[in-house]
Nanobody, 115 residues
Framework: QVQLVESGGGLVEAGGSLTLSCAAS????????MGWFRQSPGKQRELVATLSSGGTTNYADSAKGRFTISRDNAKNTVSLQMNNLKPVDTAVYFC?????????WGQGTQVTVSS
């Protein structure tokens, strides 16, 4: 089992940058996939980016070229660097971890991009 705590959300103007961080309560070495999803009001939760323990990344089309996911195994964290933010990126961003057959979610952090 693992607890995930996100930080780094906030209010930013369009074109700005934010870095989200997710701290895990245990070593992430055995966590196969970690990543970020987001959910806007009235919409389903959607993939933003994932990163496997082997280094394979997967980005939503909307994130490609603007967002970068990374993980620090020594600090047990996964981060999402978001550049050139747009108002459509406004959402609650959730950290995600997949271990064997179990899935874990953080509580979410709000990102608001003003036009």
């Amino acid at each position: 089992q693992v607890q995930l705590v996100e930080s780094g959300g906030g209010l930013v103007e369009a074109g700005g940058s934010l870095t989200l961080s997710c701290a895990a309560s245990r070593s992430i070495l055995s966590i196969y996939v970690m990543g970020w999803f987001r959910q806007s009001p009235g919409k389903q939760r959607e993939l933003v980016a994932t990163l496997s323990s082997g280094g394979t990344t997967n980005y939503a089309d909307s994130a490609k070229g603007r967002f970068t996911i990374s993980r620090d195994n020594a600090k047990n964290t996964v981060s999402l660097q978001m550049n050139n933010l747009k108002p459509v990126d406004t959402a609650v961003y959730f950290c995600y971890a997949a271990m064997s057959v179990s899935r874990y979610w953080g509580q979410g952090t709000q990102v608001t991009v003003s036009s």
